[in-house]
């Protein structure tokens, strides 16, 4: 195919140049009358605008912002303040005990302990609490006893928050999902698991007692 398309072009030519050999007439030349310059059209700007996000009636509103708890140092024992934050009381396991904030074993061989940056109590979020089952005072040994609905009670500046049990999971040491923060009203407590082991942690679910 592509042979005979380069051929064509010569093709032409030789016919052209065969009728002017045969002395066949040749038609006159006219040259074709000026024409006017053509003038190009002025560029038409367009100028767009646009609202910025935040004034935009159309969008949806941006989202609260959310908490943040603060990563856990490898080290247990890495250097932290003794904070006590109020009292953890669940009745169906009859514990009474005073609640701590911190990351580490500073405060949680001291208590429960609320992980820092995460929601607090009665707040917007995840609020999370880590305890022992099988060392110092063992708060934390019965949580796997609680059932839906049993409730579990913070007071924090002489404010109590009534929160509910929901479920209950266990989870690899590193998942440290369970202190994602959400717009919702929850809390967890966990500890390790089994009884004795660090192997898995142990984590009751709650939602805010509305």
Not at 25 to 38: G, H, K, L
Not at 63 to 72: D, K, S, T, Y
């Given at each position: 195919?592509?042979?005979?398309?380069?051929?064509?072009?010569?093709?032409?030519?030789?016919?052209?140049?065969?009728?002017?050999?045969?002395?066949?007439?040749?038609?006159?030349?006219?040259?074709?009358?000026?024409?006017?310059?053509?003038?190009?059209?002025?560029?038409?700007?367009?100028?767009?605008?646009?609202?910025?996000?935040?004034?935009?009636?159309?969008?949806?509103?941006?989202?609260?912002?959310?908490?943040?708890?603060?990563?856990?140092?490898?080290?247990?024992?890495?250097?932290?303040?003794?904070?006590?934050?109020?009292?953890?009381?669940?009745?169906?396991?009859?514990?009474?005990?005073?609640?701590?904030q911190g990351v580490t074993l500073h405060n949680i061989d001291r208590g429960p302990s609320h992980w820092t940056g995460s929601a607090m109590p009665g707040e917007m979020g995840n609020t999370v609490i880590a305890g022992h089952r099988s060392t110092v005072t063992e708060p934390f040994r019965r949580i796997h006893q609680l059932v839906p609905g049993d409730a579990v009670i913070f007071t924090v500046n002489g404010t109590r928050w009534t929160y509910r049990v929901t479920e209950h999971l266990v989870v690899r040491p590193e998942d440290s999902w369970i202190a994602d923060q959400t717009t919702a009203f929850t809390a967890t407590l966990y500890a390790c698991h089994p009884i004795g082991s660090v192997a898995e942690r142990y984590v009751v679910r709650l939602v805010l007692d509305s």
């Open positions: 195919m592509l042979s005979h398309v380069r051929h064509r072009p010569v093709l032409m030519v030789a016919l052209l140049s065969a009728a002017a050999a045969c002395g066949g007439p040749v038609a006159p030349t006219i040259a074709p009358a000026p024409q006017p310059p053509v003038t190009a059209p002025a560029p038409v700007t367009k100028i767009l605008t646009a609202t910025p996000p935040h004034l935009d009636p159309t969008l949806p509103p941006p989202g609260p912002a959310l908490p943040v708890p603060i990563p856990i140092p490898a080290d247990s024992y890495a250097p932290e303040p003794v904070v006590q934050l109020g009292t953890i009381d669940i009745p169906a396991i009859g514990l009474r005990h005073r609640m701590y």
